[in-house]
């Protein structure tokens, strides 16, 4: 019904905006990533939106990405999971962070997001797989079980997303596990 928003930022009270169009205020949940990018009060500003009909309330949930608007409608089709959860998830991770979690069934990473238990995790793993990018985030040579394989060891020995792809875009493509990890692990340390 409303799938975009452009008007003047008028107040951010985290989670929720409030988008001046044309003197029309409208209050506009969204996902913390959002909130950290938006401009300063009083400028212009333009999110995609999803709009929420229910019996007690008609509510606005905006995102600055097509990719984080998909994520959240995917998010929302899963039997548990409302709008609410669906903003916390996107608040607590990245679009690429959660493809990733997804791709690599990685139920931990969700875990750490307020809300989401360990059942709720293995449900969102489950009925997510296929469904949403699974290549985003990874890199592009990323297909082999081997370097699935080094990047979840990067991943569970501390190392952030961003260090551990960079590590395994520079290693040979067809590499073994054990020796993919030493060779990661001697790029990382330098």
Known sequence: ???KLTGRLDDKNPPQIVLDCHGVGYE???PMSTFYNLPEIGHQLSLLTHFVVREDAQILYGFASAPEREAFRQLIKISGVGPRT?????SGL???ELAQAVTLQEAGRLVKVPGIGKK???RLLLELKGKLG???GLPHHAGSDAQADILQALLALGYNDREAAAALKALPQEVGVSEGIKLAL???AK
């Open 28 to 30: 506009v949940q969204v």
């Open 134 to 136: 699974a290549d985003i």
């Open 120 to 122: 709720t995790a293995e």
């Open 86 to 90: 669906a903003l916390s998830v996107l």
């Open 94 to 96: 990245s679009v690429a």
């Open 1 to 3: 019904m409303i799938g």
């Open 186 to 188: 001697r790029a990382l």
